[in-house]
Every structure is written in C-alpha cells, then in structure tokens.
C-alpha cells in the first residue's frame, strides 16, 4: 500500500521567486507464503508459515528562492524512519548558485553566455543497503544488530558552469568531497547467539575525493557538415579513514545442515 501527499505554493515579490513544497508518503508492504511439505517414503508431513511486514515513512520539505536571476539559494530535508530503531533520520539538502553572467558588469557581454558557481551540500541515507535482512520472519529469521546505524553519505562540491562564444565553448569544473558514514559490512559470530551464524554492522567511515573537469567545443558547425569536441578529465582518491575493532576476532562456527533448517 502506497499513499503520498504534495502541497506546492509560490509567490513572487518584485524581483524574488519564491517556491515551497511539503510532501508527505507512507509504504506499507506485506508478505505471506505457507510452504506443504509431505514424504511418502518417511510417512511425515510438515507445514510452514512465514509473514514479513514493512512500513516506511516519509516527510519531504523543499524550498527555493530565487533572487532576480542571480542569486539561488535551495534547501530541502528529507525526514525518514528508520524502522530497524524506530527513529526519524533527517537528511538535509542546501545548495546556492551564483549566476555571475546576469551581474550588471557582464549583463552585456557577447562572449561570455553563461558564468555560474555552484554549492552544495547533501546528506543521503542508504535505507536500501538493509534489504529484507533487517524483518523479523516467523520462520527461518535472518540475524540483526540491534544497535545498527543508517549508513549516511554527506557529500559536498564546488563547481564552475560556463558558456564562451554562442556557445561554441562550454564546460564545468567540479570539485567533491563524499563521506561515507557507518557503512556497513557482514561479519561471523559465535552460532547461537543470534539468527544466523553471521550478521551486518557498522564499520567506519570512508572518504571519497577528487575533481571532474570537462571541455566541449563546436570546430564546425554548418548546414550539412559538423564536427563538436569533447574533453574530459576526473581524478579521484578512496580513503578508509575509520575502522571499528569491536568486532575482530570473533570467534564463528558453524551449525551442520545449515542455519535456520531446524
């Protein structure tokens, strides 16, 4: 079952846009299956129920004000529950450009088309990295760490769009910084102190930095014939910057004919 909720108002004052939207959405997801199982050599017959119930809840807030076509400035926050602990996690998004080519200094210029900076600042949750490990199933559950975080990605960049001669030049600039918070990893424990002989915890954080740089360029541009240019370069670096230790060397074992089939 899927419900969603959006209420949008804008209003114009002089020369500020301004843009509001609420949103609101709740998914509720439901799985039964009963499995017959019967054995004429054993003379034995066995049934089994299995249920899975998921509810998701999402508060979303966006508001935009743009300022005589110069200055933008954006915001949003995404409110979830995480349903492993219960708790709403707020993920907030800000963003401003700047659109230097409609400044009064380049208002009339011919060469340059468009000239604009950008910055942004984002957080995501990775709710998906969970899958259907984190239900409780009546049967054959899968193990769970109840003091497990939602992974959250806090990505920030810096950018330069621009536009040169009608617009036979044009490119960007991009500077990032991604950090990876909490993510998340299997390991093995001790079998029997859990539904499974293994189970996913958080383990650190991981940064991810670098700079993407693209040219593009028309050498000729005629009726029947052209030819365009593309140019591109990026550099990035992966770093582990935190690794958690309460979980090394644990000591796992393993239960014959598999775990959950008893």
């Given at each position: 079952?899927?419900?969603?909720?959006?209420?949008?108002?804008?209003?114009?004052?002089?020369?500020?846009?301004?843009?509001?939207?609420?949103?609101?959405?709740?998914?509720?997801?439901?799985?039964?299956?009963?499995?017959?199982?019967?054995?004429?050599?054993?003379?034995?017959?066995?049934?089994?129920?299995?249920?899975?119930?998921?509810?998701t809840g999402?508060?979303?807030?966006?508001?935009?004000?743009?300022?005589?076509?110069?200055?933008?400035?954006?915001?949003?926050?995404?409110?979830?529950?995480?349903?492993?602990?219960?708790?709403?996690?707020?993920?907030?998004?800000?963003?401003?450009?700047?659109?230097?080519?409609?400044?009064?200094?380049?208002?009339?210029?011919?060469?340059?088309?468009?000239?604009?900076?950008?910055?942004?600042?984002?957080?995501?949750?990775?709710?998906?990295?969970?899958?259907?490990?984190?239900?409780?199933?009546?049967?054959?559950?899968?193990?769970?760490?109840?003091?497990?975080?939602?992974?959250?990605?806090?990505?920030?960049?810096?950018?330069?769009?621009?536009?040169?001669?009608?617009?036979?030049?044009?490119?960007?600039?991009?500077?990032?910084?991604?950090?990876?918070?909490?993510?998340?990893?299997?390991?093995?424990?001790?079998?029997?102190?859990?539904?499974?002989?293994?189970?996913?915890?958080?383990?650190?954080?991981?940064?991810?930095?670098?700079?993407?740089?693209?040219l593009n360029?028309?050498?000729?541009?005629?009726?029947?014939?052209?030819?365009?240019?593309?140019?591109?370069?990026?550099?990035?670096?992966?770093?582990?910057?935190?690794?958690?230790?309460?979980?090394?060397?644990?000591?796992?074992?393993?239960?014959?004919?598999?775990?959950?089939?008893?």
């Amino acid at each position: 079952v899927f419900f969603r909720s959006d209420i949008q108002y804008s209003q114009l004052f002089e020369q500020i846009n301004s843009r509001f939207m609420l949103s609101y959405s709740r998914t509720y997801f439901k799985r039964q299956s009963e499995t017959h199982y019967s054995s004429i050599i054993y003379n034995e017959e066995s049934e089994s129920d299995a249920s899975e119930i998921s509810t998701t809840g999402h508060n979303f807030l966006n508001a935009g004000i743009n300022i005589s076509d110069r200055y933008v400035f954006k915001i949003s926050a995404d409110i979830s529950k995480f349903s492993l602990n219960g708790k709403n996690e707020i993920m907030p998004k800000i963003g401003f450009k700047w659109k230097i080519n409609n400044e009064r200094f380049l208002k009339n210029n011919r060469l340059i088309n468009e000239l604009s900076i950008g910055l942004n600042y984002n957080v995501y949750g990775d709710i998906g990295a969970f899958g259907s490990n984190q239900q409780y199933q009546q049967t054959s559950p899968s193990g769970i760490d109840p003091s497990l975080k939602l992974p959250k990605t806090l990505s920030q960049n810096a950018g330069i769009l621009y536009s040169v001669n009608n617009p036979r030049f044009t490119g960007n600039i991009n500077f990032y910084r991604r950090l990876q918070k909490d993510f998340i990893s299997p390991i093995f424990i001790p079998s029997g102190t859990n539904f499974n002989n293994f189970i996913y915890v958080n383990m650190g954080e991981i940064e991810n930095k670098g700079v993407e740089l693209m040219l593009n360029t028309i050498v000729i541009s005629k009726e029947n014939v052209s030819w365009a240019l593309n140019l591109g370069y990026s550099y990035n670096k992966n770093t582990i910057l935190k690794t958690t230790d309460d979980h090394v060397d644990l000591i796992s074992g393993v239960i014959a004919g598999g775990v959950g089939n008893t």
